[in-house]
C-alpha cells in the first residue's frame, strides 16, 4: 500500500490552525463542584520508642498530732483534750506552733458528771464514849426598843431600835450590852404641807375671849418587836418574827393587842445543804477503854445579829403619802 504524506512544513501549519481553532471555541471556566467524601482513617502508626525516667520528686512532709488537756469552758462543757494536727515543716518530729493547721483542729470532751451515787450501807455504830464536859453556850442576840424625840435623828420623832449580845444572860439588853454601830431609827411621817390660806373675811364685832381649849391627845408611837419563830409554815427552817404596831397605851413596849398583824414579816434561817454522800462501810473497830473526861468544848460562835436598814419610801401603793421603808434581816458577814 502506498501512503502519502503532506510535507512537515505544511503539518506543522495544520495543526497549529487546529489549535487556535480550538482555542477560539473554548466556554467559560464552569462552577466548583461538591467536595467528594473523606476517604477512610488509615492504620494507626507503630508506638515510639519509651522515653527515659524523669528524677525523682522531693519527699513529701510528716503528717504530726499533738493532744493537750482542755480546761472546761467554750469549747468543752466539761474540759477534755484538744487535738491538733499539722505538717512536720522542719523534720525534727515535733509539732510546733507555727505548723498547726488551725482548720483541723479538734476536740474530745470529756461526758457530763454523772448522777451521784448511791448512798452506802449504814456502818455498824461504835460504842459510846465517855461524854465530855459541855461547852460554854454562845450569847443569845437581842433588841431593844425605846421612844425617840423629835430631833436629828427624827425630824418628827419615832422609835430607836437597839441590838447587842446578852453579855451576861438575863435576856434583857442592858446599857453596857449595846451595839451602837447597829443602832437604828424607825421615824414617824412628816408633818403635811400647811393649807391654801382662805380669804378674809369681814371683820367682826369683838367677841368675848372663850375658855382656853383642851390640848391634843398625843400622837401614837410606831414600835417594832421581835421573837423567835419556830420552823413552821412561815419558815422551813426556823427564824424571826418581826411584829409592828402603835404604842396605844404609850408604855413604849408593842404589846400583843398593839400588833398589826398585817404588817407581820419573818426573817428567816437559810435551808439546810443537801447531806454529803455517805463513805464506805469501815470495820467496827474493838471498844477502848474509857479516857479521862475531855476538856471543855470551845464556846458556841455567837448568833447572827438581827439588822434594821430604813430608806426613804416614796408616795404611791405602799404609803399614799410616803413614807419610810423598813427591811430586816440577820448580818451574815
Avoid: H, W
Avoid at 502508626?45 to 480546761?71: F, H, M, R, Y
Avoid at 427552817?237 to 413596849?253: E, F, H, I, K, M
Amino acid at each position: 500500500m502506498n501512503r502519502s504524506f503532506e510535507p512537515a512544513p505544511r503539518r506543522m501549519a495544520l495543526l497549529a490552525v487546529l489549535a487556535l481553532a480550538l482555542a477560539a471555541c473554548k466556554g467559560d471556566k464552569g462552577d466548583l463542584g461538591p467536595m467528594g467524601s473523606i476517604g477512610a482513617t488509615g492504620n494507626d502508626g507503630a508506638t515510639g520508642p519509651q522515653g527515659p525516667i524523669g528524677p525523682s520528686g522531693l519527699d513529701g512532709k510528716n503528717s504530726l498530732t499533738l493532744g493537750t488537756t482542755e480546761a472546761p469552758g467554750l469549747n468543752c462543757a466539761t474540759g477534755g483534750v484538744k487535738v491538733d494536727f499539722g505538717l512536720d515543716a522542719n523534720g525534727n518530729g515535733i509539732l510546733e506552733p507555727l505548723e498547726v493547721d488551725p482548720l483541723r483542729t479538734q476536740y474530745l470532751c470529756a461526758g457530763p458528771v454523772g448522777p451521784q451515787g448511791i448512798q452506802g450501807n449504814t456502818g455498824a455504830t461504835g460504842a459510846t464514849g465517855a461524854p465530855g464536859t459541855n461547852g460554854t453556850n454562845g450569847q443569845d442576840s437581842l433588841t431593844a426598843t425605846a421612844a425617840e424625840p423629835a430631833g436629828a435623828n427624827c425630824a418628827t420623832g419615832g422609835a430607836r431600835v437597839d441590838y447587842g449580845l446578852d453579855a451576861n444572860g438575863n435576856g434583857v439588853l442592858d446599857a453596857a450590852e449595846v451595839n451602837a454601830s447597829l443602832r437604828r431609827f424607825v421615824c414617824n411621817g412628816a408633818q403635811g404641807p400647811q393649807g391654801i390660806q382662805g380669804a378674809t373675811g369681814a371683820t367682826g364685832a369683838p367677841g368675848t375671849n372663850g375658855t382656853n381649849g383642851t390640848n391634843g391627845t398625843n400622837g401614837q408611837n410606831s414600835l417594832t418587836a421581835t421573837a423567835a419563830e419556830p420552823a413552821g409554815a412561815n419558815c422551813a427552817t426556823g427564824g424571826a418574827r418581826v411584829d409592828y404596831g402603835l404604842d396605844a397605851n404609850g408604855n413604849g413596849v408593842l404589846d400583843a393587842a398593839e400588833v398589826n398583824a398585817s404588817l407581820r414579816r419573818f426573817v428567816c434561817n437559810g435551808a439546810q445543804g443537801p447531806q454529803g454522800i455517805q463513805g464506805n462501810t469501815g470495820a467496827t473497830g474493838a471498844t477502848g477503854a474509857t479516857g479521862a473526861a475531855g476538856t471543855n468544848g470551845t464556846n458556841g460562835t455567837n448568833g447572827q445579829n438581827s439588822l434594821t436598814a430604813t430608806a426613804a419610801e416614796a408616795a404611791g401603793a405602799n404609803c399614799a403619802a410616803g413614807g419610810a421603808r423598813v427591811d430586816y434581816g440577820l448580818d451574815a458577814n
